[in-house]
């Protein structure tokens, strides 16, 4: 198994892709870094919406963190969108790739 690290973040308001990894991973693990000052929004799509939370699957506060782990298929992180609400706001993650 190979593990690749990620890194990103976005200017409020505007969801981008939280990587352009394109390889399946067997495990997501995302976290948004411990120095953020607002939330971060994880989606499915850049047509996410933070404010009403449609297409939003995650909020994480400063700090949180949450895996997403391919039970019967595995997952792509490029399928992955996010949005903050502050600017410079990171999320850091980690792919486990197959």
């Given amino acids: 198994m190979e ?3 990620f890194t990103n973040s976005v200017t409020p308001g505007t ?7 394109s390889r ?20 499915t799509s850049a047509t996410m919406n933070k404010a009403t939370h449609a297409g939003v699957i995650r909020v994480l506060a400063a700090g949180a963190s949450f895996d997403i782990t391919g039970i019967y298929q595995e997952v792509r992180a490029d399928k992955l969108w996010m949005d903050a609400d502050g600017s410079g706001d990171v999320i850091v993650g980690v792919l486990y790739v197959v």
């Avoid at 399946?24 to 989606?43: D, E, K, L, M």
């Fill in 24 to 43: 399946t991973a067997r495990s997501i693990g995302i976290q948004a870094h411990p120095a953020n000052t607002g939330r971060v929004y994880i989606g």
């Fill in 3 to 5: 593990i690749v690290a």
């Fill in 15 to 21: 969801p981008e892709q939280i990587t352009t990894e």
